[in-house]
């Protein structure tokens, strides 16, 4: 499924935080945002996947879903924001629960998902069992059992240390080697951007605008650590003034 | 030279003691025992344990404790459960709709403060001085304790399990039922513990006022009597009950927040 935003201007009470948001992204590509501190990054997920209305401008998308898609566009959130009372399994099947699907087509759903994101010997526990990465594994599961067209990823790996993080990037390269989808993918994290990403779109101090759009060419599966590291460098001077003059911002605001 | 660094705290972390209650409760009972025998205390101000213990023999005896005890049970039973589902259907309506929380927020707030048992001669002259005035009285207190509990902790619900929910594309009634109502579990939980108290206080309260059986109306009638030893089972009655309540809802917190 096709992606076109289309002149998105967004206000908080007044206080503009995205203006004029062009941008196309195609079916089966990875499109990472990056940007400063409040650039609106998070704002602009928001309205991609109808969970903000934009102040102007609108989202259309082109091309059907895949037939067993349920929910075209699906998030993985920063916080997991996993029900705390529902074992793995149910949070994962919780997306699934308002859909007309058998009891076994459920099951059988909800077993494939775990078992994609390696969480199959942990479907009887309750989150505050596991540890953040694996929790947040199981919000990729959960966005995975819907079979989404599209994924919007809002710093899903922010919430964890260096490491996990490391692993759970390895995991999703994986994981999307097997699953196609178009995916939008929310980071403050440029080594993420640089790894994940087949386009990176910079952001611009809030107002949020696209600054520019930085095709990788790497595909991501061969992408050596020199491309990796080159890219990083090239994002970091794309956003470097503007992250120092928002960060004092923040701290002056 | 060498010497160790001494051990200089532990943050004043809570241990746990078994014993410590038992050993403070038995020793308290002993001193009461002994000014009781020596003297200290006249009988008058307070009886001795031992004829507080013969006086429950007593009650339990002519049956006089299960029928004071029944009376004011199914008393707070009423009127706690119909103060509660009330108060739970108005208090999650307030948390979960902003009409009804903007509509109704300032008369709650307006009528919260009310001691209730104030209420009870005006119930008196709606529903008679028999039953109905009483479980009426009860059910008030509870209401709005129960409202406030339960709107406030649909408050508590992190928004963001609700825009999953929405992001999902759960229906409304899916998202009340399966992400509102659990999140507020635990706040409604422990408006239970306050309403549970609040429901004591007002059926003693309202059966000294008038009624013929029921705990507040047996400690009533024996202060009038001066039979203090029947006075101070009746307030231990209170008393183990107020802790067997604490103790239910204890088990049902832990077996419904297991997830905590």
Redesign the interface.
Known sequence: MDIRIEGVTHRYDGLLVLDGIELAIGEGETVALVGPSGCGKSTLLGIV???LKPSAGRVVTAGAPRQDSL?P???V?Q?F?L????TVQANVA??L??HPLSARQRQERVEEALALTGLGDFAQA???QLSGGMRQRVGIA?ALV?RPAVLLLDEPLSALDAQTREILMEDLLSIWARERGTRLYVTHNLDEAARLADRVVVLSRRPGRIREIVAIDTPVATRGAAVIAGMRERLWRLIREEAREAEREVQHG | MAEGVPFRGGGYEARPRRWVPWLVFAALLLLWHVASSRGWISANSLPSPTSVVLAFGEMIERGTLQKHLWESARRIGLGWALGTLAGLAIGLSMGIFSLARAGLLPLVSALFPIPKIALLPLFILWFGIGEASKVATIAFGVFFPTVIAAYAACDQVPRNLIRMAQSFGLPARHIVWKVVVPGAMPGILAGFRITASIALILVVAAEMIGAEYGVGAFILATGNLMQTDHLVAGVAILSTFGLLVNWLLSAIEKSVLRWR
């Open positions: 996947g109808g969970l929910n566009f699906t998030y959130f916080d924001a029900l705390p009372w529902r919780l997306a629960e308002h309750l989150p505050k959960r819907v």
